[in-house]
C-alpha cells in the first residue's frame, strides 16, 4: 500500500467513527434541542462556571469567532447568560443557567445511552487508542508549526 492510499484509510477511519457518532445521537434523536458543541459548552461551564468565551474555545479546540456565535446561540436560547466578572469588572464571563443546566443534563443521560457501547471495548484498547490519537496530535501539531 502507498502512503497516500495509508493516510487516505487513516483519514477515513477517523471520518467513518464521526459519522457514526453524529448519525447515533444528533442525527436521529429529534428530542436534543443542542448541537455537539452547545452541549460541550454548557458541560464546560456546568464543571468550570465563569469562564470567558477564550477560555472555552481552548478548551474546544475552537477558535474564538466560531466560539462567539456558538455563545451568542445559547445566551438566545437562555441557556447561559454574560455577566462581569467578580474579579476583574471589565471581563464577561458566561454561566449556565437552570434551563441550560436541564438541557445538559437531559443530553448527558441520552448521550451516554447511545454511546456506551464504546465501554464494550477493552479498556487496554482504548487507552492504546487514546495513545495513538495523542501521538498523531503531536505529530500533526509538529507540522503545523513547520509550516508557519
Known sequence: MTDTYEV????????QVNQMLF???????????LTSIQFMVLSILKER???GINEIADLCHMGSS???????????????????????????VL???A?????????????M?????????SKE???HLLRIHSLMIEKLQGREMNNL
Open 113 to 121: 445511552e447511545r454511546v456506551s457501547p464504546i465501554l464494550d471495548i
Open 23 to 33: 448519525r447515533a445521537f444528533w442525527n436521529e434523536n429529534k428530542e436534543i434541542e
Open 8 to 15: 487516505f484509510y487513516i483519514i477515513n477511519s477517523f471520518r
Open 95 to 97: 454561566q449556565i443557567t
Open 49 to 51: 462556571p465563569a469562564l
Open 125 to 127: 484498547d482504548l487507552e
Open 66 to 92: 466560531s466560539m462567539s456565535a456558538v455563545v451568542e446561540r445559547l445566551v438566545k436560547g437562555e441557556y447561559i447568560v454574560r455577566t462581569r466578572s467578580d474579579a476583574d469588572r471589565r471581563s464577561v
Open 99 to 111: 434551563k441550560g443546566e436541564k438541557a445538559q443534563q437531559e443530553t448527558q443521560q441520552l448521550w
